[in-house]
């Protein structure tokens, strides 16, 4: 399979080979949906919390006594029934990730990639860097190639410059390699992979 080849600074284009066993293979919608959750469920900061009963901080003493008023029976007004009580059941701090196997997520990845390859969304970056660091160019490039969000893998390690430049860009999100992640991959409208990153994930995925 080849992938079409583009620059961030000029019209130059091209094409490299890829392994199809990595970008050919048929995405399942199943395997990519288990990733996502697993990802949205790990970055919840699950610290949302409501006092119970016995953490209101109201007297604990019977409101009226038991027989002869007429009114149910009632014995704190603390409870979850009456305003200003406490909640029954709410919602304590707690770790909401949940298990996936390593098989899986490695599997994921590479529908990912495939997805975008398969959909003409995957392209390859001749170079990931900019002479300067600045976000107009950056952004009237990605507007000339009809780019309205893109997830850019810009490398083992990020030009400066280019992290830079799009910072203020509020649909481009830059990563080194080891940041490329199956939601970002599915999210973005394209993705862009440098080179030396297209080497490593082939490498790391055979």
């Known amino acids: 399979m080849?992938?079409?080849?583009i620059s961030l600074t000029s019209e130059t284009t091209g094409s490299v080979d890829?392994?199809?066993?990595?970008?050919?293979?048929?995405?399942?919608?199943?395997?990519?949906h288990r990733m996502v959750v697993y990802q949205l469920a790990k970055r919840r900061a699950g610290t949302h919390k409501v006092k119970n009963r016995g953490e209101i901080t109201r007297t604990g003493a019977k409101m009226y006594k038991q027989k002869g008023t007429g009114r149910a029976r009632h014995s704190s007004a603390r409870v979850s029934q009456f305003r200003g009580g406490g909640r029954a059941f709410g919602p304590t701090p707690r770790d909401h990730a949940?298990?996936?196997p390593k098989r899986?997520?490695?599997?994921?990845?590479?529908h990912a990639l495939a997805s975008?390859?398969?959909?003409?969304q995957l392209f390859v970056l001749d170079e990931a860097a900019l002479p300067e660091p600045k976000t107009k160019p950056l952004a009237q490039r990605l507007e000339q190639l009809a780019f309205k969000s893109a997830f850019v893998v810009g490398g083992n390690e990020l030009d400066g410059n280019l992290k830079l430049a799009s910072r203020n860009l509020p649909r481009v999100d830059v990563v080194p390699t080891a940041g490329i992640n199956v939601y970002d991959i599915l999210r973005a409208d394209v993705l862009l992979v440098a080179k030396d990153s297209l080497e490593s994930l082939q490498e790391r995925l055979k």
């Open 2 to 5: 080849e992938l079409p080849v």
């Open 18 to 32: 890829v392994d199809d066993a990595i970008f050919g293979v048929e995405p399942r919608a199943d395997i990519l």
């Open 98 to 100: 949940i298990d996936l």
């Open 104 to 110: 899986v997520r490695r599997m994921a990845l590479v």
């Open 116 to 120: 975008k390859a398969r959909s003409g």
